[in-house]
């Protein structure tokens, strides 16, 4: 049985460190999250709701968010329309914190390693805004594909962006990278 540890070790170590990580985080968000009242949006939530009403009105000036009074979500219209709601899901963090995890499991320098956390989630929450807006206009445009909009594509540029992050990631700056590099 210790051969299998001394074996798998780098192997047990990143899960453990992934799922460490994983559960500090996701415990300190869903604390952060249970400080809010019952039909309260978070302030997350709120940040990007503000942002996504932004980009909309490059588009269209009319565009506008609003939080819906007792419930905790924001309706979106555009093009004087109603188009969807941000509800928490929708605000990235749950999608930031795996990458956290990810990056922590792989961790390279701690400079490194802590520069691209914050540059990889601050990106991931970019990304996200312009993916609600662009969901949105399409969304407008083709009311019929909201289904393989929402559920399908829109998800896999999220989760495709994650992962490309996490290639470079360990190809780049992670200790395995450092390890194959010589």
């Given at each position: ?68 009074t007792g419930q905790s979500y924001f309706k979106i219209y555009y093009k004087q329309q ?72 829109f998800p896999l540029i999220i989760y495709g962006t994650v992962f490309a992050l996490w ?16």
């Amino acid at each position: 049985m210790k051969n299998y540890f001394i074996l798998y070790k780098p192997f047990l170590l990143f899960l453990g460190k992934f799922f460490l990580t994983y559960l500090l985080l996701a415990s300190a968000y869903q604390f952060y999250l249970g400080g809010f009242p019952e039909g309260k949006t978070d302030a997350v939530t709120n940040n990007v709701a503000g942002f996504t009403q932004q980009v909309l009105q490059f588009s269209d000036p009319g565009s506008y968010v609003r939080e819906e009074t007792g419930q905790s979500y924001f309706k979106i219209y555009y093009k004087q329309q109603y188009i969807a709601r941000i509800i928490e899901g929708c605000n990235a963090i749950s999608v930031i914190i795996l990458f956290i995890s990810f990056v922590v499991a792989f961790s390279g320098k701690r400079k490194a390693t802590l520069l691209f956390i914050f540059g990889g989630s601050l990106f991931v929450y970019v990304l996200n805004i312009f993916r609600i807006a662009l969901l949105v206009m399409l969304t407008y445009q083709f009311p019929e594909k909201e289904h393989i909009l929402h559920d399908v594509f829109f998800p896999l540029i999220i989760y495709g962006t994650v992962f490309a992050l996490w290639v470079i990631w360990v190809n780049k700056f992670s200790k395995y990278a450092s390890k194959t590099a010589q």
